[in-house]
């Protein structure tokens, strides 16, 4: 279920928005404001969450929005829903197999505009060994100089950040015995530009 994730997954492309200002610039997402959830049904009776603590992404951002592209990598082993019992069984062999599989991937392969601050990130989302394309629906929510950058030597600087959604079928993915139903991913994160 996780794996749709990223992935967006993932989604970092969304940043591409961020215009000429920001033209040819490689951004890295800062790990204490990126977040990965995801949620599934419980047998049609309740909506439960997860989330993924360790993700790391890097976004090319071009000229051309539409020739930006992002990688993100996330740490299967750091799934975390609030209850060991059921973390430790999402990262077994029944579903994630996180010895075996550690890392969750998405790798963009295409951008597209749909509106002033929001675009479609199609990419290769790999979970479990397997790879499935995904679309990210993402929205930029800020490009430029951080706001706290005036008082906070840390956030100085160029930064961008979005919002992403996606949803997956985890079995596509050979994870879970059993259907729960798509598993939606969202993705929060801001992007300090590399130095």
Same mark, same amino acid.
């Given at each position: 279920m996780?794996?749709?994730?990223l992935?967006?997954?993932?989604?970092?492309?969304?940043?591409l928005?961020?215009g000429?200002?920001?033209?040819?610039?490689?951004?890295?997402?800062?790990?204490g404001?990126?977040?990965?959830?995801?949620?599934?049904s419980?047998?049609?009776?309740s909506?439960?969450t997860?989330?993924?603590?360790?993700?790391?992404?890097?976004?090319?951002?071009?000229?051309?929005?539409?020739?930006?592209?992002?990688?993100?990598?996330?740490?299967?082993?750091?799934l975390?829903?609030?209850?060991?019992?059921?973390d430790e069984?999402?990262?077994?062999?029944d579903?994630?197999?996180?010895?075996?599989?550690?890392?969750?991937?998405?790798?963009?392969?295409?951008?597209?505009?749909?509106?002033d601050? *929001?675009?479609? !990130?199609? =990419?290769?989302l %790999?979970?479990?060994g397997?790879?499935?394309e995904? @679309?990210?629906?993402? #929205?930029m929510?800020?490009?430029?100089?951080?706001p706290?950058?005036?008082?906070?030597?840390?956030?100085?600087?160029?930064?961008?950040?979005?919002?992403?959604?996606?949803?997956i079928?985890?079995? *596509?993915?050979d !994870?879970? =015995?059993?259907? %729960?139903?798509?598993i939606?991913?969202?993705i929060n @994160?801001?992007?300090? #530009?590399a130095?």
């Amino acid at each position: 279920m996780l794996k749709n994730k990223l992935t967006g997954a993932v989604a970092l492309s969304t940043v591409l928005l961020a215009g000429s200002a920001l033209a040819d610039a490689t951004f890295k997402t800062d790990q204490g404001h990126t977040e990965v959830f995801f949620s599934w049904s419980h047998a049609g009776v309740s909506i439960q969450t997860g989330e993924f603590e360790v993700a790391e992404g890097t976004l090319e951002l071009a000229d051309d929005l539409e020739k930006s592209s992002i990688e993100v990598a996330i740490d299967a082993n750091s799934l975390s829903s609030g209850f060991g019992p059921l973390d430790e069984h999402l990262k077994s062999a029944d579903f994630l197999e996180v010895e075996t599989y550690p890392e969750i991937t998405f790798k963009s392969t295409s951008v597209k505009k749909t509106g002033d601050t *929001s675009m479609d !990130v199609v =990419g290769d989302l %790999t979970i479990h060994g397997v790879t499935n394309e995904v @679309t990210l629906n993402a #929205e930029m929510t800020h490009k430029g100089p951080h706001p706290l950058g005036k008082a906070i030597e840390y956030y100085q600087g160029e930064w961008v950040a979005f919002s992403a959604t996606t949803e997956i079928d985890h079995q *596509s993915f050979d !994870v879970g =015995g059993f259907s %729960t139903g798509p598993i939606t991913i969202t993705i929060n @994160t801001e992007m300090k #530009e590399a130095e």
